[in-house]
């Protein structure tokens, strides 16, 4: 009898972490990187909150560990699933996030920091469906750039009506946000839109005539005055944020300055004067890599891009391995939403990109946004489980 058990409860350890199990199969340093992402990004939240938090110095902070459990559960419950399913439901998950992108804008909508962009849950909580809209729409694209033939194999090519669709989605997608308004959202849905269509491998002649296509609708967007004016000053504040340096380029000015000061070693953990006296605005969120700067310095913020580093090189080499052409669009897309946004984050912190309301992906604080970046990991570690061999 006691043999029997302990035979019992061998095999059951052989199959949780013994060769070919999902623990000995998983991406470990991919996995590794986003929690120390996450860790990092707990202390600079804590740091850039304490001296204003409504709570407590710690309240903000706490908020910011249970979005990472939630978040970390939704990785886990993703990640040991068949990614095939996405497939099949993607169009739902597009619907789904439409519906969410069309709720915004009615009254259920409010408005946070200027933007329409959260629904109110209730207990300090919300929503950003925006973010929801990141995944749903990269295995939406993956669905419509992969054709299958008859035989149900994937062809070299996409077809011209998979591209239209395409189009169509991203297009109702932007629109919505656009609404809000939300141009960094809007951007990173279009960068994302473009790398997808570029790795579907598509004639080059339609990657040229996109670009021009693009070209031409900015243009048509900046000349016909669709944008706000504010969003305008933030373009033209990045050629010369000292012109208006109390006005649309305090921000960056500011940004510059927090940076700059933590030189090379920082001023320390919670000892940032520009950061307790709130010089830079959001600087939990969208600016929260001048957190890392002043109080972390040069080793600080070359260590937080060298971890998002290892996230999309490990993103890479997991779309690399792919072994059909859905898998590889979706983990490709995924690492060019992460690529940009971390891009235009880290750019807008040090004056060669407009400000944006773009959050740096696990690092800065964000319910909405933490739940969107780990489901996207988490179909990662999916396609990697499936992809290598037991």
Avoid at 119 to 138: N, S
Avoid at 297 to 317: C, E, I, M, Q
Avoid at 323 to 342: P, Y
Wanted: aromatic content about 8%; glycine content about 12%.
């Amino acid at each position: 009898m006691t043999d029997a058990i302990g035979v019992r409860r061998r095999s059951f350890a052989s199959r949780v972490v013994g060769r070919g199990s999902v623990v000995w199969r998983m991406d470990w340093l991919l996995f590794g990187a986003v929690v120390a992402l996450s860790a990092v990004g707990t202390l600079l939240v804590w740091s850039a909150t304490r001296t204003w938090s409504s709570i407590e110095p710690t309240g903000m902070a706490k908020k910011h560990v249970l979005n990472l459990l939630i978040g970390l559960a939704l990785y886990s419950a993703i990640a040991v699933t068949d990614y095939r399913w996405l497939r099949t439901y993607a169009p739902v998950l597009y619907g789904i996030a439409v519906i969410g992108l069309i709720l915004v804008i009615s009254p259920m909508g409010s408005t946070i920091n200027g933007h329409h962009s959260w629904i109110l849950l209730g207990g300090g909580f919300a929503l950003q469906p925006a973010e929801f809209m990141k995944p749903a729409l990269v295995v939406m694209l993956a669905r419509l750039l992969t054709p299958t033939s008859e035989k149900g194999k994937a062809k070299d090519r996409p077809r011209a009506s998979g591209l239209a669709l395409s189009l169509a989605v991203v297009g109702v997608a932007a629109a919505l946000v656009m609404m809000q308004p939300d141009l960094g959202t809007t951007m990173v849905l279009m960068a994302t839109t473009g790398a997808i269509i570029v790795f579907s491998g598509i004639r080059k002649r339609w990657v040229v005539a996109g670009v021009l296509l693009a070209a031409l609708a900015a243009a048509a967007v900046w000349s016909l005055g669709l944008l706000k004016p504010y969003q305008v000053a933030r373009f033209t504040a990045l050629i010369d944020p000292s012109s208006d340096p109390r006005g649309v380029g305090y921000n960056s000015t500011q940004a510059l300055v927090a940076i700059g000061s933590g030189e090379v070693f920082g001023k320390g953990l919670f000892h940032g004067g520009q950061t307790t006296g709130r010089f830079v605005p959001e600087q939990h969120t969208d600016f929260i890599f001048t957190v890392a700067g002043e109080e972390l310095g040069f080793v600080g913020t070359v260590t937080v891009v060298a971890l998002l580093g290892v996230v999309l090189l490990r993103g890479a080499r997991i779309a690399r391995m792919c072994g059909d052409r859905f898998s590889a669009l979706v983990s490709g897309g995924i690492v060019a939403w992460l690529a940009f946004q971390t891009l235009v984050n880290v750019g807008m912190t040090i004056g060669i990109m407009p400000i944006t309301g773009v959050p740096l992906p696990f690092v800065s604080y964000g319910g909405t946004a933490t739940f969107a970046n780990m489901t996207a990991v988490a179909i990662l570690q999916a396609i990697h489980l499936r992809s290598r061999p037991v």
